[in-house]
T-cell receptor, first 112, second 114 residues
């Protein structure tokens, strides 16, 4: 079993839809959870960064962590064509010396 | 413009060539990383440098040789590569201060080995 599982998609939605992107993980030691967005021909850029369980909201984006289920989600409200990108989840253990483990990324296409 | 700059953006090289990838970070970070990104695969960690010292070498073939002269610059020297080494090579930096600071990536070098 991979440490982090993420469906590569592609996920295609109409403009204005609510998008749900998800990752599952197996290592209960993970405490820090990140979502990166990667546009074509660009590097990943940090979108959301959360610690432990709960929700974090930033504009149209909400990151949710359910540690009991080992499941994290990124919700995008009122999706726009400019949200079309690959979204990578990443997570790490506490201690500062641990390097994040990444998922494969989910390709999202928002069509007008 | 990202705080992590990678050059060149694209590189085509034959299997017998020698080339180098360059990365520079302007964020004041003390750790730098090389990742390989292939289609539909998770990011593959290659090397980590912390305060110029290599702390991770993720079983990378010796045809890849990293160099970190200071905390702001990172190189990846390439020689006698194979076609399967064609990929996007990403450089990243972070602060290794015990607070699990996230990584900041450059835009990568798209490498094609012919």
């Amino acid at each position: 079993q991979k440490e982090v599982e993420q469906d590569p998609g592609p996920l295609s939605v109409p403009e204005g839809a609510i998008v749900s992107l998800n990752c599952t993980y197996s290592n209960s030691a993970f405490q820090y959870f990140m979502w990166y967005r990667q546009y074509s021909r660009k590097g990943p850029e940090l979108l959301m960064y959360t610690y432990s369980s709960g929700n974090k909201e930033d504009g149209r984006f909400t990151a949710q962590v359910d540690k009991s289920s080992k499941y994290i989600s990124l919700f995008i409200r009122d999706s726009q064509p400019s949200d079309s990108a690959t979204y990578l989840c990443a997570m790490s253990r506490p201690g500062g010396s641990y390097i994040p483990t990444f998922g494969r990324g989910t390709s999202l296409i928002v069509h007008p | 413009e990202t705080g992590v700059t990678q050059t060149p953006r694209h590189l085509v090289m034959g299997m017998t060539n020698k080339k180098s990838l360059k990365c520079e970070q302007h964020l004041g970070h003390n750790a730098m990383y090389w990742y390989k990104q292939s289609a539909k695969k998770p990011l593959e960690l290659m090397f980590v440098y912390n305060f110029k010292e290599q702390t991770e070498n993720n079983s990378v073939p010796s045809r890849f040789s990293p160099e970190c002269p200071n905390s702001s610059h990172l190189f990846l020297h390439l020689h006698t590569l194979q076609p399967e080494d064609s990929a996007l090579y990403l450089c990243a930096s972070s602060t290794r201060d015990g607070n699990n600071s996230p990584l900041h990536f450059g835009n990568g070098t798209r490498l094609t080995v012919t």
